[in-house]
């Protein structure tokens, strides 16, 4: 028997509850774009980032703690805010040193769902730190799970890509016995090389470029290690590590 | 705009609430081996097979109207049964002429969810019965939805396989948004000509061999087209169509 950790892939959060992740290491994906606008501002200085899921609780809290209240639903700037989920949006100018209290549709949302289920250790993982990422889970040593964001329950392309470059990367340091996680690999390695060329097909790629004009965004969100950061959640923020 | 009709694929049992199946010909997919072994037992002549969800259930049919109860449990013929899930074991010598009343895990149960959805039309799929399947979509031309069972709410490649092999062969009929669809079609494509050795990677594959020898079923379930009738759901029984 293997005494290697274990790593799954969960496609979308409706399928979470399939994982036992008490034991371990959850990272939440939202490629496009929660989990790549979290890299961008931590690695910009934010002092940290708190995902909550409302806007009223959004502007609650960066009220009481001084911070910038951001989100979006449904791809664009969430009514009542003014600051939305683009990581471009966050540069070293602008969020420095501050707080971003962030509510996204489907990324926060998943993290919530991580916490309720007792996750022993929840980051945030997207291409722009996918390095960070693949070196804490495999210096942590313990089981991971990886928890694709996906949109309103469903199965998304891009957060099972960069699930496949997790696995790409580290695979063999871990025991995988999970569909999920052989077709991610799979998907993941024959597009490595074109994931921008690829972008095109991705229904959200059509949401965000065609509806809301974001070909910068889904640019940066598809770029490895170009923020890498470890964004670690402990008591109720993400925090660089 | 274009005016073909759309079509989605469903991972899992636990996603099937996403789509609606109400104007939508549902394709139940349970490759190893539910959907196989209904084929099977069609294209030999079964008089019809009765889908149910409980063993009591099973032979309480089979006693009333005449007819073989049968089904499994976690790959296994199902406790108080003699028969189980092999597409193998309904020959034409056994089976024809007969009803067959079958309870499996996976693909019974997921045919029960379609039908607590109001789908307009249900079918079986798999790939022994491939084409019949592709030939019934193409004339139809209403919505498709095609529902893979999974394992116990899992994804699992092999029904994805199947969903991409009906994809690759009439996509172009349908308009597709749908990134599981993009996905199913892309693992389908590059694994085509190596079903056969691409199978040992399953996890259900370990499953099925390696604990209980069914190698002669794995064949069997990924060969297109060797028992290739249409399972349509009628009144409450799977009919040769």
New interface residues.
Partial sequence: MSNKPSLHTS??P??LH?YDLSNSVVVIIDVFRATSTIASALYNGARCVIPVDSVPKALEIAKNIGGIAAGERDGKIADGLEHGNSPMEYNREFIENKNLVLTTTNGTRLLQMALDKNADTIISGSFPNLSAVCDFLVKENKNVVLGCAGW??????ED?LYAGAIIHAIGKKFTI????S??AE??YA?NKNKLHEFAP????Y?RLVERFGLIEDIRFCLTPDVANVLPLYVEGKLVAR
């Fill in positions: 496609l979308s409706a399928l399939l309103k329950d469903r199965f998304n392309l099972t016995h999970c569909d999920s052989l077709m799979t998907m024959k097909k991705l229904t959200h059509h």
